[in-house]
Nanobody
Framework: QVQLEESGGGLVQAGGSLRLSCAASGRTFSTYGVGWFRQAPGKERESVATADWSGSNPSYADSVKGRFTISKDNANNMLYLQMNSLKPEDTAIYYC???????????????WGQGTQVTVAS
């Protein structure tokens, strides 16, 4: 069993930066693929960035490419999302997730954090 807890969200001006952290419990975290997701009010949850078990082979949503960077520290059971050049449209609750799976044929993750609010003021 893995538990995830995000931190690092907050209020930032457009153009600013934030670094989200996700602390994981459990020895198996280091073996799992991971991801960051976000959900804005009135919108569906969307994938922001994903990476494999080692933190390699990152994949980003087109809307954040070149601005966000996902990284994984297996030695310390941590996952990060560095967010630069933030825009008001990045405002959302951000969630970290671990261990990709399929539910009814739809990609999902087995473990999710509670989320951290990111608000970007214009």
């Amino acid at each position: 069993q893995v538990q995830l807890e995000e931190s690092g969200g907050g209020l930032v001006q457009a153009g600013g930066s934030l670094r989200l952290s996700c602390a994981a419990s459990g020895r198996t975290f280091s073996t799992y693929g991971v991801g960051w997701f976000r959900q804005a009010p009135g919108k569906e949850r969307e994938s922001v960035a994903t990476a494999d078990w080692s933190g390699s082979n990152p994949s980003y949503a087109d809307s954040v490419k070149g601005r966000f960077t996902i990284s994984k520290d297996n030695a310390n059971n941590m996952l990060y999302l560095q967010m630069n050049s933030l825009k008001p449209e990045d405002t959302a609750i951000y969630y970290c997730a671990a261990r990709p799976t399929l539910r009814g044929g739809v990609p999902d993750y087995d473990y999710w954090g509670q989320g951290t609010q990111v608000t970007v003021a214009s």
